[in-house]
């Protein structure tokens, strides 16, 4: 069979683990991007892995995040042997905290929902949390209405896993190029025929949207609508001497990721604030009091660097991800929200199946394209 050439539009975590997924079997493939490759919301993410168990998983959206955690172990294997690049891929744990009734509330029920799912998961009391991680002491001694850890969380550094994947892609032949705007299509009798870009057309047998929080400004022009809207996520990052604590620290939608280097990250707003990427005094204001309440050490610690990125969210909570409706050859895998680091490898691997022919492993129906 001749090799299926593959056009990718857009070159965050979800287009590139597509081109080095597909090209690892066999297709040949060009990825755009209309600006740097892996510079939006996928660099500007935080990399957390919360745990999952591909065993009792039965509903598609926790067999897609219990799929990409197992693949996200081995391809941190695979992208340093292939690329030398170590994409800091850590089983670092993580504690989950309330300091208020209503939080403790909904952790007990996180909690259950986890044991049911048969992933590890253990309550601790204030003494405990003090000390796995002394940096907490005091708020564990004053504060703490409840405290789980889930020593199977994981995080990678997402800005060199990027790098990896890119450069892996390069080794597999895929032809990348930046700066380059899909700015439309040209379909005949239900078949994508080329992407029009600022620099001309391109042709493909099989084409892709993976545009983050943009693409639904391309589906649209197929008359496709999708519930696909930019998330702002406000992120700050602190540098101290050394890891003040080792574990990933969440408190409801908020949490504080240590780096092997010293730095920790504290994330994140979620804004409606259409494709506005700036940070804002609020935001930012509110993420170091957290830190600081949290972790004393950080009162100390200097703020390095703030960014806010666009999450692609969606109406319901799930991605799209398959066959555009109408169009043989052209699929879209989007709206990845808050999960689209974690969720990449294992969208990857069940569209490359769906790509090439293939039953994907997992029931996609739910995540159909063009459902509004
Ligand atoms: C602050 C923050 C924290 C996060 N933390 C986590 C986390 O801890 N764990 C996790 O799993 N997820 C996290 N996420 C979510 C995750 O980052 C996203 O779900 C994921 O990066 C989406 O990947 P993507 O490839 O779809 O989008 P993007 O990374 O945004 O990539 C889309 C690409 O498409 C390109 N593009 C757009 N339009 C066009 C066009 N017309 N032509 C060509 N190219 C185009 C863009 O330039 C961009 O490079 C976080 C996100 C943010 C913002």
Same mark, same amino acid.
């Given at each position: 069979?001749?090799?299926?050439?593959?056009?990718?539009?857009? &070159? *965050?975590?979800?287009?590139?683990?597509? +081109?080095? =997924?597909? /090209?690892?079997?066999? #297709?040949?493939? @060009?990825?755009?991007?209309?600006?740097?490759?892996?510079?939006?919301?996928?660099?500007?993410?935080?990399?957390?892995?919360?745990?999952?168990?591909?065993?009792?998983?039965?509903?598609?959206?926790?067999?897609?995040?219990?799929?990409?955690?197992?693949?996200?172990?081995?391809?941190?294997?695979?992208?340093?042997?292939?690329?030398?690049?170590?994409?800091?891929?850590?089983?670092? &744990? *993580?504690?989950?905290?309330?300091?208020? +009734?209503? =939080?403790? /509330?909904?952790?007990? #029920?996180?909690? @259950?929902?986890?044991?049911?799912?048969?992933?590890?998961?253990?309550?601790?009391?204030?003494?405990?949390?003090?000390?796995?991680?002394?940096?907490?002491?005091?708020?564990?001694?004053?504060?703490?209405?409840?405290?789980?850890?889930?020593?199977?969380?994981?995080?990678?550094?997402?800005?060199?896993?990027?790098?990896?994947?890119?450069?892996?892609?390069?080794?597999?032949?895929?032809?990348?190029?930046?700066?380059?705007?899909?700015?439309?299509?040209?379909?005949?009798?239900?078949?994508?025929?080329?992407?029009?870009?600022?620099?001309?057309?391109?042709?493909?047998?099989?084409?892709?949207?993976?545009?983050?929080?943009?693409?639904?400004?391309?589906?649209?022009?197929?008359?496709?609508?999708?519930?696909?809207?930019?998330?702002?996520?406000?992120?700050?990052?602190?540098?101290?001497?050394?890891?003040?604590?080792?574990?990933?620290?969440?408190?409801?939608?908020?949490?504080?990721?240590?780096?092997?280097?010293?730095?920790?990250?504290?994330?994140?707003?979620?804004?409606?604030?259409?494709?506005?990427?700036?940070?804002?005094?609020?935001?930012?204001?509110?993420?170091?009091?957290?830190?600081?309440?949290?972790?004393?050490?950080?009162?100390?610690?200097?703020?390095?660097?703030?960014?806010?990125?666009?999450?692609?969210?969606?109406?319901?909570?799930?991605?799209?991800?398959?066959?555009?409706?109408?169009?043989?050859?052209?699929?879209?895998?989007?709206?990845?929200?808050?999960?689209?680091?974690?969720?990449?490898?294992?969208?990857?691997?069940?569209?490359?199946?769906?790509?090439?022919?293939?039953?994907?492993?997992?029931?996609?129906?739910?995540?159909?394209?063009?459902?509004?």
């Amino acid at each position: 069979m001749a090799k299926l050439d593959c056009l990718i539009v857009g &070159g *965050g975590v979800i287009g590139l683990s597509l +081109a080095y =997924e597909l /090209a690892n079997h066999g #297709a040949t493939v @060009q990825l755009i991007d209309r600006g740097s490759i892996g510079r939006e919301a996928s660099w500007a993410g935080a990399g957390i892995l919360p745990p999952a168990n591909l065993a009792t998983a039965i509903d598609p959206l926790d067999r897609l995040r219990a799929l990409s955690h197992q693949l996200h172990r081995e391809w941190a294997v695979r992208l340093r042997e292939e690329t030398g690049i170590d994409n800091g891929y850590r089983e670092c &744990g *993580g504690l989950y905290l309330a300091r208020s +009734a209503g =939080e403790a /509330a909904s952790l007990h #029920a996180f909690a @259950q929902m986890l044991r049911e799912l048969e992933i590890e998961i253990e309550r601790l009391s204030p003494v405990e949390v003090a000390e796995l991680e002394p940096a907490l002491r005091e708020v564990a001694t004053g504060q703490l209405k409840a405290a789980y850890s889930l020593p199977r969380e994981a995080q990678l550094r997402n800005p060199d896993h990027l790098r990896a994947l890119h450069l892996a892609c390069e080794r597999r032949g895929v032809q990348i190029r930046a700066d380059r705007e899909a700015t439309g299509f040209e379909c005949s009798n239900g078949r994508m025929t080329a992407v029009r870009t600022d620099a001309g057309l391109l042709h493909a047998d099989r084409y892709c949207i993976t545009s983050g929080a943009w693409s639904q400004r391309l589906l649209k022009q197929l008359g496709i609508a999708t519930g696909i809207m930019p998330i702002r996520g406000q992120m700050v990052m602190f540098k101290c001497e050394t890891p003040p604590f080792r574990r990933i620290l969440n408190e409801g939608p908020r949490y504080l990721v240590p780096r092997d280097d010293g730095r920790v990250l504290v994330g994140s707003t979620e804004e409606e604030a259409g494709f506005d990427k700036s940070t804002t005094d609020q935001g930012v204001g509110e993420l170091v009091a957290l830190a600081r309440q949290l972790v004393p050490a950080l009162r100390d610690a200097s703020i390095e660097n703030s960014w806010a990125g666009l999450r692609p969210g969606t109406f319901d909570g799930f991605p799209y991800i398959g066959r555009m409706p109408g169009l043989d050859n052209a699929y879209a895998a989007a709206g990845h929200h808050r999960s689209g680091l974690h969720m990449s490898p294992g969208t990857a691997v069940v569209l490359r199946q769906l790509i090439l022919g293939d039953e994907p492993e997992i029931d996609l129906s739910l995540f159909r394209v063009g459902r509004g």
